[in-house]
Every structure is written in C-alpha cells, then in structure tokens.
C-alpha cells in the first residue's frame, strides 16, 4: 500500500504562488495516476487535477475547469513525488488540499472513489 504526505500548503494573498508536494513510500509511483483534490469548509471534496499514465513514462494531465491556466501538476518519478504548482491564487482556491493515488496508471478519474491511497492533507489560505 503507498502511504502518501503532503506538504507545501501555507497563507499566501490573492494572484500569489504556491507549490504543493506530494511524497509518496511504500511504491513506486511510476505507473499510478495520481490526483489533487480539495475540500473547503462547508463543501464537499472537489476535483482539482489528475496526472494519469499513458506508457513509455509519458504522462496524460487534466485539470477541472477553475483552474485551467493557474494549476500545473507534475511528476517526478526520480524523486517519488507529484507537484501542484499553482499560480494566480484567488480566495476561493482556500481550502485542505489532498493527493490521491490509483495504483491503475490509466484511469482518468474526477472521482474521489477511482483512487485508492490518499494523503492527510494541506491548508491553503489565500486572503484577499
């Protein structure tokens, strides 16, 4: 089973940057998908960006629509760790923000339950 951390998440004000990590143990994560989610108080978890494999270690990303332009997400392999750089923060973006990985690499999934490992967690706080 892949235990998953992340960190990277902070107060930052509004059209900031962050970057948030995710470390994963256990496996390899070469050929999982991997995704962000976040969920802020009062709402239910929402689908930020999936990063799923594609084969010969080329990778597929999708990101939801609100954050199309402003969020990257990446993997490095070497170092066993997925990323989600994002740029042009807005007050809504607050929210816990968690990684989730599937163990098959192809799935293209928006949904919380097509992933199986998860991490605990990382505040984000964009004041305006």
């Known amino acids: 089973q892949v235990q998953l951390v992340e960190s990277g998440g902070g107060l930052v004000q509004a059209g900031g940057s962050l970057r948030l990590s995710c470390a994963a143990s256990?496996?390899?994560?070469?050929?999982?998908?991997m995704a962000w989610f976040r969920q802020a108080p009062g709402k239910e978890r929402e689908f930020v960006a999936t990063?799923?494999?594609?084969?010969?270690?080329?990778?597929?990303?999708s990101y939801a629509d609100f954050v199309k332009g402003r969020f990257t997400i990446s993997k490095d392999n070497a170092k066993n760790t997925v990323y989600l750089q994002m740029n042009i923060l807005k007050p809504e973006d607050t929210a816990i923000y968690y990684c989730?990985?599937?163990?098959?690499?192809?799935?293209?999934?928006?949904?919380?339950?097509?992933?199986?490992?998860w991490g605990q967690g990382t505040q984000v706080t964009v004041s305006s």
């Open positions: 256990g496996r390899t994560l070469t050929t999982y998908a």
């Open positions: 989730a990985a599937s163990k098959v690499g192809s799935v293209f999934s928006r949904r919380a339950a097509a992933y199986d490992a």
């Open positions: 990063i799923r494999w594609t084969g010969d270690y080329t990778y597929d990303p």
